[in-house]
């Protein structure tokens, strides 16, 4: 099974500042086979980004994608107040697909 | 618009089988991937399993055993059953839609969860 982790746990930034968040595997995976949600409290995750770069319908183009192998990246350019949330990484494994524990994206 | 809806008790004593539905409306249920995922309490995700319109599953090896998805096209009703629960499996139980054209790699839609808590 491919861990994924992701750093750091929580990031502080301020509205209009840029926001990298990591997700690192355990072994390496396609890029075919990475997405990134954000998730709000007490709401469902929302797909941001999928084949790693790919921005799902709907999301600003400040939410940006990359990585290959084993290391991948999601950026937003410029943070706006429903920016701040929590971030998951996925990996799609053929016969399985894990998450990584998240980055909490704080003001 | 599509949506998804879990619907079920909200609690289960151990021992016993939790029961969850997922009504989609707005949209057909033929053609796509759905699944299941969980979120215990400040924790992270966990796939469930997955199932298509023809009925093919395929569930997480950890909870293989004990886990059962079915799907209902014509009634566009996807359901869950996990037997034998502990307190380990108090989540949020979300389902979820896989991408277009039967692409399972990623989930679009969620549900907005229906939270389960295993206690006597």
């Known amino acids: 099974e491919v861990v994924l982790t992701q750093s750091p746990g929580t990031l502080s930034l301020s509205p209009g500042e840029r926001a990298t968040l990591s997700c690192r595997a355990s072994?390496?995976?396609?890029?075919?086979?990475l997405a990134w949600y954000q998730q709000k409290p007490g709401q469902a995750p929302r797909l941001l980004i999928y084949?790693?770069?790919s921005r799902a319908t709907g999301i600003p183009d400040r939410f940006s994608g990359s990585g290959s192998g084993t290391d991948f990246t999601l950026t937003i350019s410029r943070l706006e107040p429903e920016d701040f949330a929590v971030y998951y990484c996925?990996?799609?494994?053929?016969?399985?697909?894990?998450f990584g524990q998240g980055t909490k994206l704080e003001i | 618009q599509v949506q998804l809806q879990e619907s079920g008790p909200g609690l289960v004593k151990p021992s016993e089988t939790l029961s969850l539905t997922c009504t989609v409306s707005g949209g057909s249920i033929r053609s796509y991937y759905w699944m299941w995922i969980r979120q215990s309490p400040g924790k992270e995700l966990e796939w469930v399993g997955y199932i298509y319109d023809t009925g093919k599953a395929n569930y997480n090896p950890s909870l293989k055993s004990r886990v059962t998805i079915s799907v209902d096209a014509s009634k566009n009703l996807l359901s869950l059953k996990l037997s034998s629960v502990t307190a380990a499996d108090t989540a949020v139980y979300f389902c979820?839609?896989?991408?277009?054209?039967?692409?399972?790699?990623?989930?679009?839609?969620w549900g907005r969860g229906s939270l389960v808590t295993v206690s006597s």
């Open positions: 979820a839609r896989g991408g277009d054209y039967g692409d399972r790699r990623y989930f679009d839609l």
């Open positions: 084949t790693t770069s």
């Open positions: 996925q990996q799609y494994g053929i016969t399985s697909y894990s």
């Open positions: 072994q390496s995976i396609s890029s075919s086979y």
